[in-house]
T-cell receptor, first 113, second 112 residues
Framework: GENVEQHPSTLSVQEGDSAVIKCTYS??????FPWYKQELGKRPQLIID?????GEKKDQRIAVTLNKTAKHFSLHITETQPEDSAVYFCAASRTQAGTALIFGKGTTLSVSS | DAGITQSPRHKVTETGTPVTLRCHQTENHRYMYWYRQDPGHGLRLIHY???????DKGEVSDGYSVSRSKTEDFLLTLESATSSQTSVYFCAIATGTNTEAFFGQGTRLTVV
């Protein structure tokens, strides 16, 4: 089955800096890669996703890149703000009935002002 | 809230007792998932369902069973609760495997 590795487990940056979180996956058939943000005591929520027919996707200060050959994808947050402090999860799945969404272990991002 | 609710929100139970957690959706989504969240382990898949009576095991299914007799309800049962099953349990729903998954509020389960 799919295995998703996520690094780093913790990341501390100064406000205004950029933050990068990296994930690798094992199943070459995976073709959907979402990122979720979980604030303290709340449920995970989708912030951006990318499909395998796209190499990069951007939404304001966040972007995701995908390298299918190397089987890794990354989340980039620019101009970080204190409200970006949260746990971020990457995930992977394939478009096939009967399969499931598998998550990495998460990255705790702390943005200090 | 994306039409998904979990019950109960908090539960304390004794070792060896059976426990059932409920996930209810009003979105008619095909996929439903149960994850557990523990520090250092992220979100680990317990069981999932891709239709009524269609379920499969995830990464950490030992000691858990599920049932989905209606589209809207996905039940997670701990057959005989152990302290290692103390965790926060999240249910999620999705229309497919390549679409956004919406999470419930979570259930904090403590086994003493």
């Amino acid at each position: 089955g799919e295995n998703v590795e996520q690094h780093p487990s913790t990341l501390s940056v100064q406000e205004g800096d950029s933050a990068v979180i990296k994930c690798t996956y094992s199943d070459s058939a995976s073709n959907y890669f979402p990122w979720y943000k979980q604030e303290l005591g709340k449920r995970p929520q989708l912030i951006i996703d990318i499909r395998s027919n796209v190499g990069e996707k951007k939404d304001q200060r966040i972007a995701v890149t995908l390298n299918k050959t190397a089987k890794h994808f990354s989340l980039h947050i620019t101009e970080t703000q204190p409200e970006d402090s949260a746990v971020y999860f990457c995930a992977a799945s394939r478009t096939q009935a009967g399969t499931a969404l598998i998550f990495g272990k998460g990255t705790t991002l702390s943005v200090s002002s | 809230d994306a039409g998904i609710t979990q019950s109960p929100r908090h539960k304390v139970t004794e070792t060896g007792t059976p426990v059932t957690l409920r996930c209810h959706q009003t979105e008619n989504h095909r996929y439903m998932y149960w994850y557990r969240q523990d520090p250092g382990h992220g979100l680990r898949l317990i069981h999932y369902s891709y239709g009524v009576k269609d379920t499969d095991k995830g990464e950490v299914s030992d000691g858990y069973s599920v049932s989905r007799s209606k589209t809207e309800d996905f039940l997670l049962t701990l057959e005989s609760a152990t302290s290692s099953q103390t965790s926060v349990y999240f249910c999620a729903i999705a229309t497919g495997t390549n679409t956004e998954a919406f999470f419930g509020q979570g259930t904090r389960l403590t086994v003493v």
